[in-house]
């Protein structure tokens, strides 16, 4: 089993920062693949950061070169560094691992923190 917890949410003026935290407990040696993803209201979830399987890193448009995704091997943490937030990043931004598990993979979320950006 793997569990995420999310971290660093909160209430932000447009153009300023936040850093979200994602620690995984658990089966670490299981995940293949971490990240972020984000959910406003009334829309669907989508990618934010992600590391992929061969360690590189993938963005959503909306954010590239606004926003950084990072990690701590020894901490099995994975941060999110969002600069220049807009109201349109106002979202629950949602930890993400896709872990190996017999016959293929498996999708594990964290409870999610909230990001609230004021124009």
């Known amino acids: 089993q793997i569990q995420l917890v999310e971290s660093g949410g909160g209430l932000v003026q447009a153009g300023g920062s936040l850093r979200l935290s994602c620690v995984a407990t658990?089966?670490?040696?299981?995940?293949?693949?971490m990240g972020w993803y984000r959910q406003a209201p009334g829309k669907e979830r989508e990618l934010v950061a992600t590391?992929?399987?061969?360690?590189?890193?993938r963005y959503g448009d909306s954010v590239k070169g606004r926003f950084t995704i990072s990690r701590d091997n020894a901490k099995n943490t994975v941060y999110l560094q969002m600069n220049s937030l807009k109201p349109e990043d106002t979202a629950v931004y949602y930890c993400?691992?896709?872990?190996?598990?017999?016959?293929?993979?498996?999708?594990?979320w964290g409870q999610g923190t909230l990001v609230t950006v004021s124009s």
């Open positions: 658990g089966r670490i040696f299981s995940i293949n693949a």
């Open positions: 590391f992929t399987s061969g360690g590189s890193t």
């Open positions: 993400n691992a896709r872990i190996v598990v017999r016959g293929g993979y498996s999708e594990v």
